[in-house]
T-cell receptor
Framework: EAEVAQSPRYKITEKSQAVAFWCDPISGHATLYWYRQILGQGPELLVQ????????DSQLPKDRFSAERLKGVDSTLKIQPAELGDSAMYLC?????????????FGPGTRLTVT | QQQVKQSPQSLIVQKGGISIINCAYENTAFDYFPWYQQFPGKGPALLIA?????SEKKEGRFTISFNKSAKQFSLHIMDSQPGDSATYFC????????????FGRGTQLTVWP
């Protein structure tokens, strides 16, 4: 069964350091999402890509966060500099988004701890 | 502002019982309502979903009931099992093909054997 891959699974970093997360969506899925999930809450969208283009980054803190999907396949989310409040689970999801298919499939996430 | 309100925050059910989780929304532009199941340390997994032109959808022990006029929908888990113990999230999709999902805050379900 095809899955969304993410790495690393866990990351501990000191505040003010840079950190990057990688996501490989399900093959053929044109739409890719990055979510942040704070402990005890639901996922919140950070950025959405359609192929290599950003279609929604309204909730991305652009002063410190950046995301790219250069070839329209895998994607990288970067935080620089990391702050204590960035400690959370970072989830990647992908979707076929063809016709009326809205199903999003999530990866296992990257648990970030900022010390 | 929370686009989708979910309750209860936590739920304890005995094995074999019925688990019921409720969600409410305000935005009538929402056009797709999925439920996700999440185990500790894992990403959310799509469980079941419904569109607003249907009042009920059943898949195995899981049923979504949808009340369009009340702008509410709920997940019913029949014959709840200890393996169902997880966090459940409702969500709502807004927009066209490139629309986005808005998640509730989640319900932590514990099923006692």
């Amino acid at each position: 069964e095809a899955e969304v891959a993410q790495s690393p699974r866990y990351k501990i970093t000191e505040k003010s350091q840079a950190v990057a997360f990688w996501c490989d969506p399900i093959s053929g899925h044109a739409t890719l999402y990055w979510y942040r999930q704070i402990l005890g809450q639901g996922p919140e969208l950070l950025v959405q890509f359609q192929d290599e283009s950003v279609v929604d980054d309204s909730q991305l803190p652009k002063d410190r966060f950046s995301a790219e999907r250069l070839k329209g396949v895998d994607s990288t989310l970067k935080i620089q500099p990391a702050e204590l409040g960035d400690s959370a689970m970072y989830l990647c999801a992908s979707s076929l988004q063809q016709g009326a298919s809205y199903e999003q499939y999530f990866g296992p996430g990257t648990r970030l701890t900022v010390t | 502002q929370q686009q989708v309100k979910q309750s209860p925050q936590s739920l304890i059910v005995q094995k074999g019982g019925i688990s019921i989780i409720n969600c409410a929304y305000e935005n009538t532009a929402f056009d797709y309502f999925p439920w996700y199941q999440q185990f500790p340390g894992k990403g959310p997994a799509l469980l079941i979903a419904i569109r607003p032109d249907v009042s009920e959808k059943k898949e195995g022990r899981f049923t979504i009931s949808f009340n369009k006029s009340a702008k509410q929908f709920s997940l019913h888990i029949m014959d709840s099992q200890p393996g169902d113990s997880a966090t459940y999230f409702c969500a709502a999709h807004r927009g066209s093909t490139l629309g986005r999902l808005y998640f509730g805050r989640g319900t932590q379900l514990t099923v006692w054997p």
